[in-house]
């Protein structure tokens, strides 16, 4: 979705190294979300970030919400092969609407 | 593990069919969502639904049409298959968060159309 630009499009990281992916609007989120996904299934549920300057953590993945809502990002600290997928940040754009999902980012570890 | 569930998993038909994908899930959701995913794995929100009786267009055209009669249930059905509508069919649900935000949202396995 062009509203949600997501960035790298691609990364590949060796084993044990950090990594960050963005996610970026014009507007501002009334809620930003992180999904993971594998290839061909469905969307797992990372996080959910819902106020301004918040974070949350989760094992080695830890997610922030910019000041102005308008900028997340998604940090994983010391990577491991299990991290490997499809990275995707989600929106409301409005409130209690409709989601909508950056192009993703996928994430390849490298042992 | 999400209890929502989608029918069937892969699905390969010939053009002008008519077809119906199956959603259900039984955590009581109120919203639910169908999302098509092309193979750049770009998702776009094609159809959602907020309740009973309720069912809106998504931010991506599409020729197929959803309907709502029971809370579990949100089916997807494209009367006239074609090549076109290869693509990958996600289905979710989610109740509504506590600042009216979507709130978390859970997807199914999928459903994987290829029309001939």
């Known amino acids: 979705s062009q509203e949600l630009e997501q960035s790298p499009q691609s990364l590949i990281v060796q084993e044990g190294k950090n990594l960050t992916i963005n996610c970026t609007s014009s507007k501002t989120l009334y809620g930003l979300y992180w999904y993971k996904q594998k290839y061909g299934e469905g969307l797992i549920f990372l996080m959910m970030?819902?106020?301004?300057?918040e974070e949350k953590s989760h094992e080695k993945i830890t997610a922030k919400l910019d000041e102005k809502k308008q900028q997340s990002s998604l940090h994983i600290t010391a990577s491991q092969p299990s991290h490997a997928g499809i990275y995707l940040c989600?929106?409301?754009?409005?409130?209690?609407?409709?989601?909508?999902f950056g192009a993703g980012t996928i994430l390849r570890v490298k042992s | 593990e999400a209890d929502i569930y989608q029918t069937p998993r892969y699905l390969v038909i010939g053009t002008g069919k008519k077809i119906t994908l199956e959603c259900s899930q039984t955590m009581g959701h109120d919203k639910m969502y169908w999302y098509q995913q092309d193979p750049g794995m770009e998702l776009h929100l094609i159809h959602y639904?907020?309740?009973?009786?309720?069912?809106e267009k998504g931010d991506l055209s599409s020729e197929s049409t959803v309907s709502r009669i029971r809370t579990e249930h949100f089916p997807l059905t494209l009367e006239s298959a074609r090549p076109s509508h290869t693509s990958q069919y996600l289905c979710?649900?989610?109740?509504?968060?506590?600042?009216?935000?979507?709130?978390?949202?859970?997807f199914g396995e999928g459903s994987r159309l290829t029309v001939l």
């Open positions: 970030l819902q106020k301004g300057g």
């Open positions: 639904s907020y309740g009973v009786n309720s069912t």
């Open positions: 979710a649900s989610s109740v509504t968060g506590p600042l009216l935000n979507t709130g978390e949202l859970f």
């Open positions: 989600g929106a409301d754009m409005e409130y209690g609407n409709k989601l909508v």
